[in-house]
């Protein structure tokens, strides 16, 4: 299997994701609807010695990893399915048919091709092979990329677990070992809560992706909780909303999860070059 990245590229500002105002989402999708400001900081991001980025299936995202691709070919991609952000951003302004549009035409092909087997599945409550099928049509738009992960997206985790469909994140974990010979990955806004669910099934996850920080931010149901888990988990944990959507200070936050807490990875979003010089010139020091 292949490792993982100590310091990995997040890519929640380039889909236009912000936990802090609507002001600065609304900048963000503006601002990386252009390729080439996405190009911008990926490169300078690989210039610092981060050569991992993990994004959801977003067509300027990808486009942007391709261009980079001709020039840096040791660029490495963690994808996080299904797209849940690019589907809602999708839907929301150009309604329910309009998800369809990032889909390349060999993949409405192969879609439709697959379409009754989907619809058998579908009937019969065979959600474990819709689910297989789907995940390969999701990531046909990484197939040309090296992947040392796959994640599956923190929503379809926890509404998997709250329908108590637990089974899945199984299933999608075998599935990807199998199939694609990479290491499988789930990531949660809910780490407290999960993991005693994934120790109780014994579930076989490689993976874990979930916010740690110290200021507690989106570590649910509290830090002290997720803290007293972490000291004691067996399994990788890539924590992530380190700067806590960016109140925290670098310095402060690669210390308190790697020196602090012994956490080996980490995930940081980049909305700019200044803020990327400021963030990753403290990185580096732990690459």
Known sequence: MKTIDKVILGANPFEGVSYLSQEQRTQYREKFSKTDNIIEIIDTSMDFGVKTISTGNNKNILEAIQTLEKEKEDIKVIPVIPSVYEYVKKS?????????????????LKLALKAPSLIKKGLSKDVFGLFSDLIDIELEGFKNFEMPAIILHGVTVDMAVSLNQIELLSVFCEFI????????????????????????????IDLILAPVNERGFMMNPSREKCLEIIKNMDKTLIAKKILAGGIINPENAFKYVFDNLGIKNAMVGIAGLDE?????????KYL
């Open 177 to 204: 070992r199998e199939k694609y010979d990479t290491k499988p990955g789930i990531a949660t806004h809910n780490f407290g809560k999960l993991m005693p669910i994934i120790e109780e099934h014994d579930l076989d």
């Open 276 to 284: 990327a010089y400021q963030t990753l010139r403290i990185a580096k």
């Open 92 to 108: 929301s302004l150009g309604g329910m048919s309009s998800l369809l549009d990032g889909i390349t035409k060999y993949n409405k």
